[in-house]
């Protein structure tokens, strides 16, 4: 039973979802005229580390203390990291 529950647990399926929740994240920072190492520095977590949170092309857990973090730091609700980005943005994929 130990073993079904591990492999069940982070199988990390969702991708897409990661990789969009990092564009989000990008996209927030940027609007707030936030660097990667300023961004990180704030809220005490590495560069690198941010840097795979936001990458499209390797996925990267993070906790939803991290999640708050960022969301306080950028001054945005964490709702906004899930819903459409503005239009201008979305254009330009």
Do not use: W
Request: net charge positive; with cysteine.
């Amino acid at each position: 039973m130990k073993d079904s529950f591990k492999s069940n647990y982070l199988t990390f399926n969702n991708h897409e979802l990661y990789a969009e929740l990092g564009r989000h994240i990008a996209f927030y920072r940027k609007r707030a005229h936030l660097t990667q190492t300023e961004l990180a520095r704030r809220i005490e977590i590495s560069r690198p580390y941010l840097c795979r949170i936001e990458s499209s092309k390797h996925f990267e857990s993070l906790s939803m203390e991290v999640l708050f973090n960022i969301s306080r730091e950028l001054d945005i609700e964490p709702y906004f990291f899930f819903a459409p980005l503005p239009r201008t943005q979305q254009a330009s994929h």
